[in-house]
């Protein structure tokens, strides 16, 4: 069985200071790892994934994430946080396309 | 084109109408899903379409009624639908890989309420 668990429901920051989303899984086997986010009243878009060819893994906007498997960790990063990062952050764990296992989100707020 | 659009993006609708929702990508994906999103949730899938089959049904109740005509297009058929059905309803496509995995791309979504 897999699953993901999003340990903060709601992370605030200030503009231009670091960012981290914290994700932990659980997989009997390597598991595929992605981050997306949804701003509000949007869909859900792409932001980094994790293929096992690499543990450090960069996205879109400036994101990155490290695969670390001793801790069954997938944490979301960013150096500096924007206005713009506010946002509702998904970790999913996947075995195939039918099978895509959503942590239960992490609202990020980023105040000026 | 790496976009997935959906119609209408807002949707009201009586206990005793039938609507539809309809997906498109032009990716040449052959999976499409459909999730229901509650607020403050994650997403939750509904169906899953792989080669314009119906491959996965959770359990979903039969007021909703999935179609998918070809390879581009999605539907969801709308029918006799209750207030707790009220929810943003994403569509999604992918490649098919059954031995691995491949992201999946979202449309935008249609805000359902129904009154």
């Known amino acids: 069985a897999q699953s993901v668990t999003q340990l903060d429901s709601h992370v605030s920051v200030s503009e231009g200071t670091p960012v981290l989303l914290r994700c932990n899984y659980s997989?009997?086997?390597?598991?595929?790892l992605f981050w997306y986010v949804q701003h509000p009243n949007k869909g859900l878009q792409l932001l980094l994934k994790?293929?096992?060819?690499?543990?450090l893994v960069k996205g879109i906007n400036g994101f990155e994430a490290e695969f670390k498997k001793s801790e069954t960790s997938f944490h979301l990063t960013k150096p500096s946080a924007h206005m713009s990062d506010a946002a509702e952050y998904f970790c999913?764990?996947?075995?195939?396309?039918?099978?895509?296992?959503f942590g239960a989100g992490t609202r990020l707020t980023v105040k000026p | 084109d790496t976009e997935v659009t959906q119609t209408p993006k807002h949707l009201v609708m009586g206990m005793t109408n039938k609507k539809s929702l309809k997906c498109e990508q032009h990716?040449?994906?052959?999976?499409m899903y459909w999730y229901k999103q509650k607020a403050k949730k994650p997403p939750e899938l509904m169906f899953v379409?792989?080669?314009?089959?119906?491959?996965i049904n959770e359990s979903v109740p039969s007021r909703f009624s999935p179609e998918c005509p070809n390879s581009s297009l999605l539907n969801l058929h709308l029918h006799a639908l209750q207030p707790e059905d009220s929810a943003l309803y994403l569509c999604?496509?992918?490649?098919?890989?059954?031995?691995?995995?491949?992201?999946?791309?979202f449309g935008p979504g249609t805000r359902l309420t129904v009154l």
């Open positions: 999604a496509s992918s490649q098919v890989r059954t031995s691995s995995y491949n992201e999946q791309f």
């Open positions: 379409y792989s080669y314009e089959k119906l491959s």
């Open positions: 997989s009997s086997y390597s598991p595929s």
């Open positions: 999913v764990v996947s075995k195939n396309n039918n099978d895509m296992r």
């Open positions: 990716m040449g994906h052959r999976a």
């Open positions: 994790y293929t096992s060819a690499a543990t």
